[in-house]
């Protein structure tokens, strides 16, 4: 090929790959799972042994989740790709404190003092509100439903951990309850994620002022 042939080759572009939203595989899956637990905290249908929820957290809660977030990641989404990765995170950790095998349970049962199972386990609830109150305060500059979301699963984790400290089972009903209303607001988000304008219909999020953003 001579120089004035090369210098009309054109180089070969990668073509560009336009990723869908992960948002609402991460919400839902947030909901269902959160939904399921937080039936079995306030003792629906008289189960309180939460551990069919496991496998519910270990591949919508915690796989689904993970994968949205690395998604996020690829979208350029920091928010969405840090809650996801780290909710995912979450679940898979609740799960693994629920599985025989790990030991975990097992441990206590065998220490001086089991009760301290609870105090442990409100001590993981709490470091999780922290986290969430961060999240919470993030969502102050993007929407409503986000805030609402968040500010929800704040208080479920306080009043779980609280009930966990405090040995109260009314307490942690409450918690469940709450939870109830987070993941129905997530379901909402969720939904407000997929519906695109090429649907029927769309359903609000809700903007804050702009002056505020």
Request: hydrophobic share 50%.
């Amino acid at each position: 090929m001579s120089d004035t042939e090369a210098s009309l080759v054109i180089p070969h572009s990668p073509r560009r790959i336009k990723l869908g939203n992960p948002g609402p595989l991460g919400l839902f899956s947030f909901a269902s799972t959160t939904f399921i637990l937080s039936l079995y905290n306030v003792n629906a249908r008289g189960i309180n042994t939460p551990n069919v929820v496991v496998g519910m957290a270990i591949f919508c809660g915690g796989l689904a989740q993970l994968l949205a977030g690395m998604w996020e990641f690829a979208t350029g989404n920091t928010f969405g790709a840090t809650a996801f990765s780290s909710y995912g995170a979450f679940w898979l950790s609740f799960a693994t404190l629920l599985i025989p095998g790990s030991g975990i349970a097992a441990a206590y049962a065998a220490s001086p003092n089991p009760s301290k199972e609870g105090d442990a386990i409100a001590i993981f609830l709490t470091a999780w509100m922290i986290v969430t109150f961060l999240f919470f305060i993030a969502t102050l500059r993007k929407s409503i439903g986000l805030s609402v979301l968040f500010f929800c699963l704040t208080v479920t984790f306080m009043l779980l951990a609280v009930g966990d400290f405090q040995k109260s089972t009314s307490i942690h009903k409450s918690g469940g309850a709450f939870g109830i209303v987070t993941a129905f607001v997530a379901y909402y988000c969720g939904l407000a994620e997929l519906l695109t304008e090429d649907d029927i219909f769309t359903i609000p999020l809700g903007k804050y002022n702009s002056r505020m953003a």
